[in-house]
């Protein structure tokens, strides 16, 4: 069984910087590519980051590009979200998810393609 805890989320002001992390226990890590989504009030989940299971190929949402970055530590089985310069529209339910991949460098921002989901850390940027 596959399981994804985020932590590492909290309260920031706007231009502050916060670092998600995402714990996978999973067999051969190396072999799940990995995203983050997020959920604001009101609002359906969207897509953020994602990378493949090598780390080469990654995505980002235009609102975040330039802003954040997605790593992940394969020794540590764990995904990371680095934000920076955070503004008060990032305030949402951030989601951790992962899927084995059998391709080095697909990655995806669809949601659908992912089977395995973490329980969301909240992420809340003030003005």
């Known amino acids: 069984q596959v399981q994804l805890v985020e932590s590492g989320g909290g309260l920031v002001q706007a231009g502050g910087s916060l670092r998600l992390s995402c714990a996978v226990s999973a067999r051969s890590f190396s072999n799940y590519r990995t995203g983050w989504f997020r959920q604001a009030p009101g609002q359906e989940r969207e897509f953020v980051a994602a990378?493949?299971?090598?780390?080469?190929?990654?995505y980002y949402s235009d609102s975040v590009k330039g802003r954040f970055t997605i790593s992940r530590d394969n020794p540590k089985n764990t995904v990371y979200l680095q934000m920076n310069s955070l503004k008060p529209e990032d305030t949402a339910v951030y989601y951790c998810?992962?899927?084995?991949?059998?391709?080095?460098?697909?990655?995806?921002?669809?949601?659908?393609?992912?089977?395995?989901w973490g329980q969301g850390t909240q992420v809340t940027v003030s003005s």
């Open positions: 998810a992962a899927d084995y991949s059998i391709s080095n460098l697909y990655a995806s921002a669809d949601m659908s393609e992912y089977l395995h």
């Open positions: 990378q493949s299971r090598n780390g080469e190929t990654i």
